[in-house]
């Protein structure tokens, strides 16, 4: 008999939370949820608490838990409901929880993801910007308290998938010579590069392949996801930055690629549904139905690669500059992205601002060690301070359309190729 699953779900009404209800609705024998969590959506929290009964449901905010409340009462749902950063660090470690799904977006996310490792949890990672910003303290926090770790996003669950079944982190010895960490270059791939400038946040979420939130979309668009994907892969698998090789390949069916020193590449291809690595990781080591469709390998024909050209995409640079630095540099560059990426949505800087916002931030911030979660967190206060002053003094030229659009001393070249 398979053990029952108890999870906690941090960021259950989002792109990657929906998903992961998908797939456990299928299986409810094997998992049974126990916490929800959701920023401000109450419908669709109310819908989530009807369908699936957990024990929690935490809102961001106590005027929505209020609200939240009020509906269950209405609906005789006897559901405990809680609001606040505390309140999800306590659902993240519930003593009746094995299994954490961590789909909040962004550096929100970090607190209860580090919740669930220090409690020993089995954590299902999509929350990347918690690597990102302390990967060396969240590794050590997994260690020390025995906590496992799974990851969520697609590329590396492939590579996971890729590596042989009892991989230590030690690359050299199992045999890898390079991880090829594939990306589809987003909606503006082949677009002209004075075009970008007046693209809206409507084109920049508009993804060829992926259905997604939206900040990991223009995150796609920018391609500073990847870049944060580079990070990731790197505290993921020990790899060193001249180890991944970011590839582009549009049709986004090959998720990601392990390279061996016998020259052999395995690769894991399906259609781009986030509900394949999250069934991977949810049933691991076993295999469950996702409710993804077969691959159609005559549908798909072909299968296309290019090189990441950086100066389309200087925020990929950025990440391996940033990842290079190390300290809170990684920290700095995703609190900086995110600004940036939601005074763009608002409409209030260009697409091609982004990119220079944040090598603004990060070149007049200081290179320091982040030895715990508090230094972590203040690098990241710092830098949406510094970010915000950069837009307040920048938005007359922006608005005169007068700033300067491409970073300065941008080298176009990319330095981590074979
Ligand atoms: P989303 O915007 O669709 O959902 C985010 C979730 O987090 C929502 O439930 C929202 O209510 C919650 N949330 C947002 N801000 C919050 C806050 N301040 N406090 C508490 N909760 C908050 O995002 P998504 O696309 O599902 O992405 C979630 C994470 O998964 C991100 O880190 C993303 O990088 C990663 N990821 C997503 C995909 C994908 O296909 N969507 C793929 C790989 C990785
Ligand atoms: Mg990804």
Redesign the pocket.
């Known amino acids: 008999m398979t053990k029952t699953r108890h999870l906690t779900i941090l960021?259950?009404?989002?792109?990657?939370?929906e998903s992961t209800l998908d797939v456990v609705a299928r299986h409810p024998h094997r998992y049974q949820v126990v916490a929800l969590?959701?920023?401000r959506?109450v419908e669709k929290m109310l819908g989530q608490c009807t369908r699936f009964h957990p024990s929690y449901a935490v809102m961001?905010d106590a005027p929505s838990a209020g609200r939240l409340e009020d509906r269950l009462r209405a609906a005789g749902l006897d559901i405990k409901v809680l609001s606040g950063i505390e309140s999800?660090e306590k659902v993240a470690s519930l003593p009746e929880i094995d299994t954490v799904m961590a789909?909040?977006?962004?550096a929100?996310?970090i607190r209860p993801t580090l919740a669930a490792a220090r409690t020993g949890k089995h954590i299902l990672l999509?929350?990347?910007?918690t690597l990102v910003m302390a990967g060396r303290v969240f590794m050590d926090t997994l260690k020390q308290h025995h906590a496992t770790l799974l990851p969520?996003?697609?590329e590396h669950n492939a590579i996971f998938q890729s590596l042989p079944s009892r991989f230590n982190g030690d690359l050299a010895g199992s045999g890898v010579r390079r991880i090829l960490l594939t990306a589809s270059g987003g909606p503006f791939r082949k677009v002209d590069l004075e075009m970008l400038e007046t693209v809206t946040p409507e084109q920049a979420c508009a993804h060829p392949n992926?259905v997604?939130?939206?900040?990991?979309s223009v995150d796609s668009a920018t391609m500073m996801n990847k870049g944060l994907e580079v990070i990731e892969a790197h505290w993921l698998f020990n790899a060193e930055p001249e180890k991944i090789q970011v590839v582009i390949h549009p049709q986004s069916v090959i998720h990601s690629m392990v390279e061996y020193i016998d020259g052999s590449v395995l690769a894991q291809l399906g259609n781009p549904d986030?509900r394949t690595p999250i069934a991977h990781a949810l049933s691991y080591p076993e295999r469950t139905e996702s409710g993804v469709q077969s691959l159609d390998m005559f549908k798909v024909a072909r299968l296309d690669f290019e090189f990441p050209d950086f100066k389309r995409f200087p925020c990929l640079r950025l990440a391996y500059e940033a990842l290079a630095a190390g300290g809170n540099m990684p920290a700095v560059l995703n609190a900086a992205n995110e600004v940036a990426v939601e005074v763009f949505l608002a409409g209030r800087i260009p697409f091609t601002a982004v990119p220079v916002m944040i090598e603004d931030v990060m070149k007049s911030t200081e290179r320091q060690n982040v030895p715990d979660l508090e230094s972590v967190l203040l690098a990241d206060l710092q830098a949406r301070a510094t970010a915000r002053e950069w837009l307040t003094c920048n938005t007359g030229r922006i608005q005169e359309g007068q700033y300067p659009h491409s970073v300065p001393d941008s080298k176009t070249d990319n330095p981590h190729t074979f």
């Open positions: 960021g259950s009404t989002g792109s990657i939370g969590t959701a920023d959506n961001l999800l789909a909040i977006v962004g929100a996310g999509a929350n990347k910007e969520i996003d697609s992926w997604m939130g939206r900040k990991i986030m």
